[in-house]
């Protein structure tokens, strides 16, 4: 059964409170997107994750256009949609351990089983930061056409999913498999 728009909207909302309550966002990091049809829906620029509303989400457009008030990285979401036909939702999302992982610039292989079976590698792409809204969006969306998730080294990490929920859940999964590369790193060493 197909969703419609407004249950959409509320599971992006919904999606985007977990992202915080899990620790993989502060309370005002992070964005998230759905397609609806040639629509793009995206959470606002600075938005608060705690009190995000369903009517606080904004309408952007396949061609380009972004609303007033998007995200900062509309143009990346839109960029990943136009790339990638599967692509139905884009989170993007800053897991501490993924962030501190992948700090030296080196694509990110997961040790765990199901790290690896769901992404062997996921590529760190190195942008530098006063160049981060010119040269992101093309840089994540190439990488999004191959990839399930995508890490912008020293930013955070960016996913898409056929489904709100799978985008969601490649960005925790690959949060959980840094934070047991992490924990593995610091066991090898005593």
């Known amino acids: 059964m197909q969703a419609n728009l407004a249950q959409l909207k509320s599971d992006l909302v ?24 040639d629509e793009i829906w995206i959470t606002p620029t600075g938005c608060c994750a705690d009190t995000l509303q369903v009517d606080d989400l904004v309408a952007c457009h396949i061609d380009g ?16 949609y136009r790339h990638n036909a599967k692509a139905q939702a884009v989170f993007h999302s800053h897991g501490p351990h993924t962030i501190a992982f992948t700090l030296k610039g080196d694509d990110f292989v997961p040790v765990d089983f199901e790290g690896q079976y769901y992404f062997p590698t996921v590529p760190v792409v190195t942008i530098p930061y ?12 190439d990488k999004l056409a191959d990839h399930k998730v995508a890490i912008v080294r020293g930013h955070g990490v960016y996913t898409y999913g056929e489904t709100i929920n799978l985008a969601y859940k490649w960005s925790c999964s690959v949060e959980l498999s840094a934070k047991i590369a992490l924990l593995n790193d610091s066991n090898t060493r005593r």
């Open 130 to 141: 006063d160049r981060y809204i010119e040269l992101s969006p093309n840089a994540i969306a």
């Open 14 to 37: 919904q999606h985007y409170h977990w992202l915080r309550q899990y620790g993989c966002n502060d309370s005002h990091s992070g964005n998230a997107s759905f397609r609806w049809h």
């Open 65 to 80: 256009v972004t609303g007033e008030g998007a995200s900062l990285d509309a143009p990346l979401h839109i960029e990943v």
